[in-house]
């Protein structure tokens, strides 16, 4: 091994690291990918992820300048083709390859610029936030799931949308108490954290409920080798949405619901079960 390609899978091992220590259950997911999907899809997360951690957590910090320079820093890595930075230098390797355009990437990285400055949203803004915050990194997702088949993709974009989509939703939901009382945050249009009645929850749920479903027809035509990891997200997912819809609009905006481990480990083999019997 030459030490450009050493430099190139170190920077791929520390985006691994981050997807495990930031999401146990996305990171076990990806470990149910075929191994060539593996490094590519932790390069997409760590860079989506430490974007996040600018507008999110570095409180004590210019985040706007920090966030500036990331955005940058991205720049200059896709055109360079190499980054100091170890989870840029992965993802630019993971753009070219794959072929994520840029329009992705620029409307990821303004979504993330929005929680800069935005408290609340309108019904227009809401859907621009959740195509930039989490549609888009489906899509880039699905660029690295087809491998250059172009048609393939165009297929399977709509559902890869719709999956992201639900899956912020969900988050949207179960951390409605942190963003409000953290960050000053309301993503849902038009409703107001300190009347969230069951009504509203249940109109929320209802549009959640459709993405699934429109989502689930598109888990089915993945290719092998990604299926099973993307409908295990999808069984989680679900799961932890059944809990919140099975809670008073009053439990869900003071309690944060999460999925046990023990329930985990029984979704982690039902699931496997019902792919190896090509039950999806």
Not at 32 to 46: E, T
Not at 222 to 248: Q, S
């Amino acid at each position: 091994m030459n030490h450009l390609q050493l430099y190139h899978n170190t920077c791929f091992e520390c985006s691994s690291l981050i997807t495990r220590r930031y999401s146990t259950s996305f990171s076990m997911g990806i470990r149910l990918f075929h191994k060539r999907f593996r490094a590519p899809i932790c390069g997409i997360y760590g860079f989506v992820r430490f974007a996040d951690e600018i507008v999110d957590t570095f409180h004590d910090y210019p985040k706007r300048e920090l966030f500036e320079r990331f955005r940058e820093d991205t720049r200059k890595a896709i055109e360079e083709r190499i980054s100091l930075n170890p989870v840029l230098h992965s993802f630019q390797q993971v753009v070219h390859q794959y072929g994520i355009g840029n329009d992705l990437i620029d409307a990821f990285l303004h979504s993330m610029e929005l929680d800069l400055s935005n408290a609340s949203y309108d019904p227009g803004g809401y859907e621009e936030y959740i195509y930039g915050s989490a549609e888009v990194v489906g899509l880039m997702c699905l660029r690295v799931f087809c491998e250059g088949n172009d048609e393939q993709y165009q297929r399977l974009k709509s559902p890869a949308q719709r999956l992201g989509a639900a899956f912020q939703k969900i988050n949207f939901l179960r951390d409605i108490k942190s963003d409000y009382d953290e960050r000053g945050r309301v993503y849902f249009p038009g409703v107001d954290f300190r009347q969230f009645t069951n009504e509203v929850k249940r109109d929320i749920e209802k549009d959640i409920k459709s993405d699934f479903d429109a989502a689930l027809e598109g888990i089915r035509r993945l290719p092998e080798g990604t299926r099973f990891g993307v409908y295990l997200a999808y069984k989680y997912y679900t799961h932890l949405f059944a809990k919140i819809k099975n809670a008073p609009a009053q439990r869900v905006a003071q309690e944060r619901f999460r999925l046990s481990d023990k329930r985990k480990i029984y979704l982690l083999f039902s699931s496997a079960v019902r792919h190896r019997l090509n039950f999806l």
